[in-house]
């Protein structure tokens, strides 16, 4: 990967929507061999997809935070398919440390991430941090 195809990542990362000319215009190379470049990006894996960002207050999501949980490792297989099923469940990973799993989630209200963190409690304890504010954002 060279710088060319560097800055077309810091292009889409920014505007993934931009136009095939203006990303060209940016990279000083034509239209055709910056399709060549990203499909190669694709082919690679290192462009994984195309996603529109959603704010989750534009959807009456108030509240956002990370669950922590402790999960006893026969019971992963089940809590990811439950997991799944969940729309306030934004991602889910697998993490070192005292807990087993970090759910990064978005609810309505207080009432609803409580609902959901009680659920969460059949599979484990769970400890969880309420958002104050974001800092740097995941999409950046």
Do not use: W
């Amino acid at each position: 990967m060279d710088q060319i195809d560097q800055k077309l990542l810091e292009l889409l990362r920014e505007n993934a929507r931009m136009p095939l000319k203006k990303l060209a215009e940016q990279v000083f190379l034509s239209p055709p061999a910056v399709a060549a470049r990203m499909e190669r990006l694709e082919q690679r894996g290192i462009i994984q997809g195309y996603r529109a960002v959603v704010s989750p207050k534009a959807l009456g999501r108030e509240i956002q935070a990370f669950i922590h949980l402790v999960l006893p490792p026969e019971q992963q297989k089940e809590f990811s398919a439950f997991a799944a099923g969940i729309p306030q469940i934004l991602a889910c990973y697998h993490v070192t440390g005292p807990h087993s799993m970090l759910l990064q989630v978005s609810c309505a209200d207080m009432e609803q991430l409580d609902g959901l963190v009680a659920k969460l409690q059949r599979f484990g304890t769970t400890q969880t941090q309420v958002v104050l504010s974001t800092v740097l954002p995941p999409d950046r």
